[in-house]
């Protein structure tokens, strides 16, 4: 198979179409005793929504920024795009080629693999401590491109000067180098096969601020010189604020808010996406909001009732209808949607 480089197909980037992923759960001793229940019927395995019939796009050239609290699916649901795991439904779409017909198991040989790729939270944990430097960046030039010798050896300096990392550090190992210069590695080794598309799962969360600043503005750089599309994970809003051009809020596995990143922050329409933006930390007093705490306990994702709005319980305008009848996401004005009954 081959992919072609041009004409470039009309429509968006990405577009993911109602993608789910459901882990079975529970202990182990469970699942062998449900194995051999050959008597009785066997219950049905518990299942974790971990994404749950999530749709969006990206444009070519566009960031979307993905927030939410810790837990809500937002590694899962990259993970899928990035062909590192298998989704239980739905579709992933890139520049009109579906990926999810494709195993994760063996997509590292797949010639699309090369048009995605991803910089993970923590940069020392995902290199590999026995690659240098050099190593780690033409890995996946070796692998994706065929290129080895001077040409290799080029490109692989060519991409530690584009990420601003000195190259007499190459010959160094993932223990020898501070954490900002990993977080270069990783991102030299995620650009060196020339992506379309760069997830980027928290790139920053493991540095020290004064780090964090450095490594995003290397980002925005990279993004305005080689054009790639961005798809943005981050926990940090004031970051998605600044980089984005749009913003998908998740909470337990949906999408609750999809809009234009500048109206999301400035007027949040779903109560959750407002608690989010309450929290952000704000220097300029004219901008502060008072905080609005959630009370009660997040609901469980496993096995959720299909009907009850997965923010009921924490949500401070919730009603009994909420309990009743889950609500869709729907637009709320030309290019948001949101998905609570009182929006
Ligand atoms: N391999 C797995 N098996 C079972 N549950 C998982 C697995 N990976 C993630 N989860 C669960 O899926 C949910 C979403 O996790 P994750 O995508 O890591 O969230 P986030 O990145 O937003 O913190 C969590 O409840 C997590 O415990
Ligand atoms: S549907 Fe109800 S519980 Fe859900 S976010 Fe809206 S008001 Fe809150
Ligand atoms: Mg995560």
């Known amino acids: ?16 179409a109602e993608l789910a992923k459901r882990f079975v759960v529970g202990s182990k001793r469970g699942l062998v005793a449900r194995a051999l229940s050959f008597s009785k019927p066997a219950a049905p395995p518990s299942l974790l ?3 749950d019939d999530v749709s969006f796009t990206v444009g070519r050239g566009e960031t ?20 590192l795991l298998d989704p239980t439904s739905g579709s ?16 590292a040989g797949n010639p699309h693999r090369a048009r995605i790729q991803m910089v993970f939270q923590d940069a020392g944990d995902s290199l590999n401590p026995r690659y240098t430097a050099a190593d780690a960046i033409a890995d996946p030039l070796r692998r994706l491109k065929r290129m080895s010798g001077a040409q290799l050896k080029a490109r692989v300096e060519a991409l530690a000067d584009m990420t601003g990392l000195p190259r007499e550090l190459l010959p160094r190992f993932p223990h020898q180098l501070s954490g900002g210069q990993k977080a270069r590695v990783g991102i030299a080794r995620a650009i060196a096969v020339s992506p379309e598309l760069l997830i980027l799962d928290e790139p920053t969360a493991a540095l020290d601020v004064s780090v964090q600043v450095v490594i995003l503005q290397l980002l925005q750089q990279l993004k ?9 994970v981050s926990h940090d809003l004031n970051v998605v604020r600044l980089l984005c051009d749009r913003v998908l809020v998740m909470y337990l596995g949906k999408i609750v808010e ?13 109560p959750y996406t407002r608690a989010l ?4 930390p704000q220097a300029d007093p004219e901008r502060r909001v008072d905080r609005l705490r959630l009370g009660g306990e997040p609901r469980s994702p496993i096995d959720p009732n299909p009907n009850v709005c997965r923010f009921y319980g924490r949500c401070p305008k919730g009603t009994p209808r909420c ?7 729907r637009p709320a004005g030309a290019a948001r949607q949101v998905a609570c009954h009182f929006a």
């Open 277 to 280: 933006i309450s929290a952000i």
């Open 224 to 232: 305005r010189e080689l054009g790639m599309s961005y798809l943005f």
């Open 323 to 329: 309990a009743e009848e889950m609500p869709l996401l």
């Open 258 to 270: 999809h809009g234009p990143a500048a109206e999301v922050f400035a007027n949040p329409s779903h």
């Open 49 to 51: 929504h971990a994404v």
């Open 1 to 16: 198979m081959t992919v072609s480089a041009s004409p470039v197909p009309p429509g968006p980037l990405l577009d993911v």
């Open 92 to 107: 992933i779409r890139l520049g009109g080629a579906e990926l999810s017909d494709f195993r994760a198991s063996s997509f």
């Open 64 to 83: 979307v920024g993905l927030v939410g609290e810790s837990g809500c699916g937002k590694s899962t649901l990259v993970r899928l795009i990035n062909r």
